[in-house]
């Protein structure tokens, strides 16, 4: 594996966040859109806190919180249901992502390995590109609750006549999205999600006074943790020196831009929330990192380019910045922590209480009947492919919740103590996409957690990997798994694993995919303490195949001449006749004719130990290849003797 | 039977490589060049042996999902490497010694030849012969 920029906490970290949803009035959002930004967006490059949570666990210890990053989206309701592989429209994303990533000139390392010299570069940023883009896109699923939502931000605009009742309509809004049972995504955590108001104020057009007023009552409606007055937009709209503004907001928006869509979305009407009585009501929505069909609709409705660099927050002063961050850290650290701490109390509390009751109710049954299922345990059928579905009150699920609010919040002693329970429930069960789900987390969990009590238990990550693989068929979680245990397996440096792991992954179905994760395990055979040149050679053009059959030409290309290497003048006549041979046909594709003569003259210098027609190929070729480097050649000599001229 | 015989020399480069023609010859090269990462492993883990016969066979290298790679190595450091079709279950451990066996006793009579310089390919019709005859044949 290449060296990345992140480390493997803050890449795990940063996967699983937990999520808040926002649902803005429309006076709210014009107001932000005044930066050129919806409200979501705003918050965004503040969404990493600096200073640490405290949180209480169920016995009572304080645990602290450091580091945390919250992912806030604005409310996308949907009525697709999940689907276990990437949609067209995502894998076009992802090819973008990877085509306009190249590697940088001049960023060499040299490698010496045995008798072999290589130099070349030792990161490959379009995979981590490719991997972040990946990892956001992950469609939430009924098996796991890391991506469902927490927690909803009510923004209403202090400018409105009665803002208690917008308030009122977008929390009846956001409980019909919850309730209604009609969309599929997004999913929420809990019942009854955590409803923060914020009050946004426009310090350049509004009255302060006033909002000061209307701040007071809602502390006195909602108690003075469920709500905030934010104030931006310090700054009047206008011409303004923008150059000395930081625009923390481009590169987020940057990836959003590329993640809209590139085909036409199923059509979505888009209502205001002043309408009523229809009953499918979509509301407004900002733009969402996840690739929905959400962002085309809204930059048509901009018809202004918002995904253009620049001009960001232009009413927005360094003290607004200040605000906002001042902001996020109250909603979290009063408004979300708690709230987590309370749900992890109450589940807690029902599971001690349930197990205790369950298991008695159990044995004595088993003892009467000899065997039969207890009652406790409802599963419900129908079975579906992964095995068995339960109902969202089941025990194990609640286990299960709980396991992923301790995890969110960085509790991972006791998030593994409750995913291994989880674990043998689900495989007592033979629920295996829960089950494969269960083991992963736990993995990741005992990896984390601080101090390393229980060395990391690789099998389990193998075991999912293996589950996900071939009983659930979703490749989709196969794929993030493997992901996250080369991360892991490499920061540990066992490479001869994460290679075995990557190697495993790449199938016929995704040519990009294998494309990457063949470069990847060429990367870790080369790191490991005894360099394995040639194997690394190998999966090079494995990989350069396949990048070729993925249609990134360049990679291909890149991928090639790394091989080359290792392969020159070392008497493998044929492999390096191929090589050299695929090198020029790619070059003259990408129009470096110069380049595939140089490549196509190396295989007709040696005495070849290749067939005649073979050779017959090989020499057509290069005269093809000759005649247009020639032509080329000629007009530019002929340009240059005009300019001459 | 073999579906690929080869011998490598010293350098790591390839003396003699003779595969069944009618398969993907480059193919062959290829895993045959990745094993000599494997053979190196190998050799260097075995730190100083004594010489005794039983060292210089490396066993299996690894198994790929058509074929299974064998290496043998010489105490002048020149590599065997044979690959066998996976489907042939019947290859037992002693028989894919005693092909080594063979191909180190004919690989002996070539070097033994005066005219024969070590670091050329192996050209010798008598090598070939006994090659021919470990292969699969093709009927």
Known sequence: MAQCVQSVQELVQDSFTPMVAVLCSETAERMSRKNRLSFAELLRPFCRLTSEGHIRDPNNVLQSVKGLRISVNGLCPSLKPPSSTLTPAQRQVLHHIVLSSQPQEGAVSSISAGDYQLSFSGTTPWFEAYREAFLQTMPSSEHEFLNHYLACLLVVSSSETVPFEQFLKLSQEQHQIQHSGEYSSPKWFIPNTLKYYVLLHDVSQGDDHRAETVFEDMKQKYGSQGCYLLKINSRSEGPSDQDQMPDPWSQYLHKSYLHSPVSAPPPISVFFANSTKEHKRLTRFSALPQLSACDTSRRASDSITSGAPGGHGACLTLNDHDRIRQFIQEFTFRGLLPHVEKNIRQLNDQLVSRKGLSRSLFTATKKWFGGGKAPEKSVAEPKSTTGLLYPPEAPELQIRKMADLCFLVQHYELAYSCYHTAKKDFLSDQAMLYAAGALEMAAVSAFLQPGAPRPYPAHYMDTAIQTYKDTCRNMVLAERCTLLSVDILKSQGKYAEAATLLIKMTSEDSDLRSALLLEQAAHCFVNMKTPMVRKFAFHMILAGHRFSKAGQRRHALRCYCQAMQVYQDRGWSLAEDHINFTIGRQSFTLQQTEKAVDAFKVILEKESQQTATQQGAFLREYLYVFKVFYRHMALQSKLVFIKIK | ?139
């Open chain 2, 1 to 139: 039977m073999a579906v690929c015989i080869a011998v490598i020399a010293k350098e790591n480069y390839p003396l003699y490589i003779r595969s069944v023609p009618t398969q993907n010859e480059l193919k062959f090269h290829y895993t045959v060049h990745t094993s000599l990462d494997v053979v190196e492993e190998k050799i260097s883990a075995v730190g100083k042996s004594i010489g005794d016969q039983r060292e210089l066979y490396l066993g299996l290298l690894y198994p790929t999902e058509d074929y299974k790679v064998y290496g043998y190595v010489t105490n002048s450091k020149v590599k065997f490497v044979i690959v066998v079709d996976s489907s042939n279950t019947s290859l037992r451990d002693n028989e894919i010694r005693s092909m080594f066996r063979k191909l180190h006793n004919s690989f002996t009579d070539v070097m033994c030849n005066p005219f024969h310089n070590p670091g050329d390919q192996i050209q010798s019709r008598t090598f070939d012969g006994i090659v021919s005859g470990m292969m699969v044949q093709t009927a």
